[in-house]
């Protein structure tokens, strides 16, 4: 199981070192997130050990479980699931470094009267629904950037970027779009110089197109199933919002 899983990694790592080179980039400038969801402690814990440093979930349960296994090795933890606004209280606790999926406004609200309560901070990225599809959560291109302002007036949110998931399809062009959008609005934002406001990530490419996301501009790549191996259930029920999982 370890030899499996460190093969993977290491081709993983190549797979962004490759796509790196032939879009004309950096390779320190794409980190590799390992998504974690259903994958066991002591898995992520070898990955943890080989030099990886970056891990998400996508549910709080998740978070929950594994917090005592994972808490003493060094990492950063970052959440990629539907964040419900009861659940503020966990992700704070639970240490997590990064919201990557903060995709509305009341959502926003509630997290900095939770945080300022605590004299705390959190960076966040803005999640866009690129794909146009209802399945997904993510608010719509054309209100993200007065999202992005409404967001900005709270000191105790750090926005960082923009975060997307792409079209499930094998048509290369039809992933790349979703991957175009995201970036022309972070060139957006970044032209209309919003206080409180970075944009250095685009956390966009998983497991399947992440050569297509880093050719775009993707700074962060999600890779769960080609690190880990295939999950019990489809990429579906982490992702679609009538899922009564989430």
Known sequence: ?????????????????NACEKAGRNADEVKLLLATKTVSAERIKLALENSETLIAENKVQELKEKYEDLKDIPHENHFIGHL????????LKYDVRCIQSLDRLDLAEKLHQR?????????????????DEESKFGIHPDFAIDLVKKVSEFDTLKIKGLMTIGL???????VRTCFKILKNLQQEIIQQNIP??????????????????????????RVGTAVFGARIYPDSYYWNENSKNL
């Open 1 to 17: 199981m370890k030899e499996d899983l460190l093969h993977n990694l290491e081709i993983i790592n190549q797979r962004i070192k």
């Open 168 to 174: 499930f399809s094998a048509e290369t062009e039809k």
């Open 84 to 91: 419900q606004t009861n659940k503020i209280k966990d992700i």
């Open 115 to 131: 945080l300022a309560m605590e004299g705390k901070t959190m960076d966040v990225l803005i999640q866009v629904n690129t794909s």
């Open 196 to 221: 409180n406001v970075e944009m250095k990530e685009l956390s966009m490419g998983m497991s399947g197109d992440l050569e297509t996301a880093i050719e775009e501009g993707s700074t962060i790549v």
